[in-house]
């Protein structure tokens, strides 16, 4: 029985962290249009009744004119706050997939002596740490492999090359060099 892996490549805080960075800056939206409300509905009252109720009522004119705007302008800042948050924490994604993705064509077209390096807080660092240590382990077994076939090379160049033919020596070094190249190919788990 295969025990298999399980691979978590985007750590678990990273919604969190934009969920609440989201909220903060809702909160923050709200509390700074409050305070902009506050301080511009601030109007002196009138000494009679018949002034304090025209200035209600232009109050409520203005306080209407007033709210639509604060209200809009804090909508935009936090539209714009939330849609930089997405773009940075989207930037901490993409760039890293990318970057990846390029790194695995090049294993694709063999390239085997490449190694990713990504930025420490981008989220795909421990992907990017698995795909360093599988291109690693590759390369050491075909390179294991191409020493191999090189001994084996070397030892029918020698036997072409002796005039005394010691057909069972070369047989059995032959089969050594590969078996070497067998075992080394049993590693790759083709």
């Known amino acids: 029985m295969v025990k298999e892996k399980s691979f978590q490549g985007i ?26 409300f506050y301080f511009s509905s601030l109007q002196t009252t009138a000494s009679t009744y018949l002034e304090s109720f025209k200035l209600l009522i232009q109050l409520r004119h203005e306080i209407l004119t007033k709210s639509i705007v604060i209200y809009s302008s804090a909508t935009l800042f936090i539209i714009a ?9 989207s930037h901490r994604i993409v760039g890293p997939i990318y970057r990846l993705t390029q790194f ?15 930025r420490g807080n981008d989220e ?20 294991g492999l191409a020493v191999k076939c090189r001994q084996a090379r070397q030892t029918f160049s020698e036997f072409s090359s002796e005039e005394q033919l010691d057909f ?3 047989c059995s070094r032959l089969s050594n060099d590969i078996k070497e190249i067998e075992t080394e190919v049993e590693k790759l788990k083709l």
């Not at 795909?124 to 390179?143: C, E, F, I, M």
């Open 11 to 36: 750590s678990h805080s990273y919604l969190q962290k934009l969920i609440v960075r989201c909220s903060f800056l809702f909160i923050a939206g709200i509390f700074f249009a409050s305070i902009i």
């Open 124 to 143: 795909l660092q421990s992907l990017a740490g698995s795909l360093n240590r599988l291109v690693w382990s590759y390369n050491k077994n075909v390179r």
């Open 168 to 170: 069972e020596n070369y």
């Open 81 to 89: 706050g939330i849609s930089c948050i997405c773009v940075f924490y």
């Open 104 to 118: 695995v064509k090049s294993i694709a077209d063999g390239d085997l002596s490449g190694k990713v390096v990504l």
